[in-house]
């Protein structure tokens, strides 16, 4: 009985151990695994001009805890944008943030909004986009700090998957995935 206890912990501490290399995890992904890939998002034309998203949130367990519509709307001046965002929630909650963003050298960014401690970094390579960044969640969402990386995806149609993870003290306790559609202005 014993021998039996102790292969199921073995088998159990190397399934752990698998699931937390840094091959089989989220954040393994790298802006340069998509380098070779198209079409090339470009933030001026991508987020630019009205957006609809639509989306969910995942709870540490994976039940959807929320679910979400966003307007959202791009505008550019050379190398700085403003994408305001616009959420109506299930319940009828409503949040407005207000991103803006600065484009740097080599497919790199940086990003401010009210809710973000500090500066978001990303860089844009092929057809995606990893953004990372610090959020503190409103008061009734109970306050906490959140690291956040966010992926976005171009795909063939224009369309944009969307794709974050969220943790606390390195422990994911959130997943979010949405889509982002061009409107017709």
Known sequence: MEYISLIFIAVLLLALLALLRPGMRFASQRPEDYAAT???FDLRTHLNGP????GMIHGPTGRVNSRFLAKMHGKWEGAHGILTEDFTFAGGRTQRREWSLRLGNDGRFT?????VIGIATGEVSGAAICMRYRIRLEPDAGGHVLSVTDWLYLMENGVILNRSEMRKFG???AELTATM????A
Do not use: C, H
């Open 171 to 173: 422990v994911k306790v």
């Open 51 to 54: 957006i609809l998203s639509e």
């Open 111 to 115: 990003a401010t909004a009210p809710d």
């Open 181 to 184: 559609r061009p409107l017709a």
């Open 38 to 40: 198209g079409p090339a």
